[in-house]
């Protein structure tokens, strides 16, 4: 999940500078409602089929910023979030000058084995004017984003009505069933960080998935 972006903080606790207003000192918290749909033929594994009806699934997910660590030359603010108290996602982010870069993931769902992004990957600009745009490859895998800044807008979700800022990413994995094509609407409130993410997967013309995060509750230190 693409949802959670948080910064780096210094070691006394102050936020590295930056013109993106990313409010993610530790203990940062968001609860986020996940409504997850798979398409025709894909399933969702022991744990989450559980939790499932109809091969669709509503829960809660709770993303905190939780530490400070050191990735290669530069320091991180980790990132974990948690279905049931079990590890989903952890980020190791920070907020530098170009915007917020992410160094290095665990995703669960697909074991726990930690993936350095190389390069760092920019997933939000510092420049949020419409029409900026900017791309990601990864260095040693069939992995490729492009981001785009739509614009300005009002979003609603459970916790609060917004202004916001919506950014579109389309990318694309190579796997050996074919290219997996995403496509991501998230949209970012300053002061608050994301509040609404709607991501669709597909191959070709068939769906894999369509997930929807929403904020149900912020909560600032």
């Not at 025709?40 to 109809?54: E, N, Q, W």
């Not at 190389?118 to 490729?144: F, M, Y």
Request: charged fraction near 20%.
């Amino acid at each position: 999940m693409t949802a959670k972006l948080f910064y780096c903080i210094a070691a006394w606790g102050q936020p590295q500078r930056s013109s993106l207003d990313y409010p993610l000192g530790l203990k940062t918290r968001w609860t986020y409602h996940l409504h997850h749909e798979n398409g025709p033929g894909v399933h969702f594994g022991d744990t989450l089929a559980a939790l499932a009806k109809d091969n669709v699934l509503d829960t809660t997910l709770i993303s905190e910023a939780v530490g400070l660590d050191t990735v290669g030359a530069h320091s991180y603010t980790r990132v974990e979030t948690r279905l049931n108290g079990k590890p989903w996602l952890f980020e190791w982010q920070r907020l530098s000058p170009e915007g917020l870069m992410i160094g290095k993931t665990i995703d669960y769902q697909q074991g726990e084995q930690a993936v350095i992004m190389q390069p760092e990957q920019k997933r939000i600009s510092a420049e949020l004017r419409p029409g900026n745009s900017w791309s990601w490859t990864a260095k040693d895998a069939p992995v490729r984003f492009r981001y785009a800044v739509a614009g300005p807008g009002q979003v609603d979700v459970p916790a609060s009505h917004y202004q916001g800022i919506n950014l579109n990413t389309n990318g694309t994995v190579d796997a050996p069933f074919g290219k997996v094509e995403i496509h991501q609407d998230t949209w970012f409130v300053p002061g608050v960080g994301i509040v609404r993410q709607e991501t669709t997967t597909n191959v070709g013309e068939r769906k894999l998935s369509h997930v929807v995060l929403t904020l149900e509750k912020f909560e600032h230190p």
